[in-house]
């Protein structure tokens, strides 16, 4: 399968990328920087120049595609509104440029705010809609491309995709507590995230390419529920750092834009994902990549 990918050179990105080259399909990656760009050619991808905000291009990545992965968002955490719209107008490139083929569109979601009280599952719906929503309320305006012949599929990723290399959450939450010279956790730290290693994250979006129905929502979950006070503690311990509560009202002037998601539930289960597409986790779980290290070389921004 020829595969279109944007934020093909981002972190779950660069890994999709391999998998789908290991498993002999061809890719093209949309690239915005030289850097980028260099780099999906030396892994034997094609490049089409280019970011979110041109469409043109998109579509043209899309319309000469047999599958499309978009995976790419600006995540301006300063100016989400710029973020969403930029997501929610790709999403809709994407499917306009598929609209009538049948071939799959794989939309990056997540577990956030899907459920209260419990691990969300993949039977509950995405609550955000419309252009204002989080993401733009891409998910379902990607589903709104079902009954016009494109098998759309959400994967919902786990709060954090981790791995050595990675800079998302976690490494901004390591980076916070080199900065304080203290592992912090929100309140109590009760609450859970749910946690997958990038590996097995690019493999289940690689399956769900390959063969999940349309309308399908897939869990990029391989732990459900680490609370927050044992990352924190795991955090501390790997740096030699105290660990201490943080008051909900100080936590983003402590930990930056990460404190407004360290306090939430992002608990999640994949079973559904699992026995549909047979996909089970092998990579290390989230407490043994910060104990082997993972996030070592991270450092205060």
């Known amino acids: 399968m020829h595969v279109f990918v944007t934020g093909a050179s981002g972190w779950i990105g660069s890994h999709t990328v391999d998998e789908l080259l290991a498993a002999g399909h061809t890719v093209t990656g949309l690239a915005r920087s030289d850097s980028s760009a260099a780099a999906l050619e030396a892994k034997g991808a094609d490049v089409l120049r280019g970011d979110l905000d041109d469409l043109d291009t998109i579509r043209r990545g899309a319309s000469y595609s047999e599958g499309v992965l978009h995976l790419a968002n600006k995540h301006d955490w300063a100016n989400p509104e710029a973020t969403n719209a930029s997501e929610r107008a790709a999403v809709e490139t994407i499917g306009e440029a598929l609209v009538g083929t049948d071939r799959p569109f794989v939309v990056a979601s997540g577990v956030a705010g899907l459920a209260q009280g419990r691990p969300s599952t993949e039977a509950d719906p995405n609550p955000f809609v419309g252009p204002d929503s989080m993401r733009g309320g891409s998910e379902n305006r990607g589903f709104d491309f079902v009954e016009q012949g494109v098998r759309t599929i959400a994967a919902r990723f ?107 539930e992002m608990s999640a289960t994949s079973e559904a994902t699992r026995d549909l597409l047979g996909w089970e986790p092998t990579g290390p779980g989230l407490l043994e990549d910060i104990a082997a290290g993972a996030y070592s070389d991270v450092r205060v921004a």
């Open 158 to 264: 786990s709060p954090t995709t981790h791995g050595t290399g990675d800079h998302g959450f976690i490494a901004a939450i390591v980076a916070a507590a080199r900065e304080r010279g203290e592992s912090g956790y929100v309140g109590e730290g009760t609450n859970s995230w749910a946690a997958v290693h990038v590996t097995d994250a690019a493999r289940l979006v690689r399956l769900g390419l390959e063969g999940a129905p349309a309308g399908t929502r897939l869990h990029a979950v391989a732990e459900t529920a680490i609370p927050t006070r044992t990352i924190a503690e795991a955090i501390g311990d790997g740096l030699g750092l105290p660990v201490t509560s943080i008051d909900p009202q100080d936590a983003v002037s402590h930990f930056g834009f990460i404190g407004r998601f360290f306090g939430m």
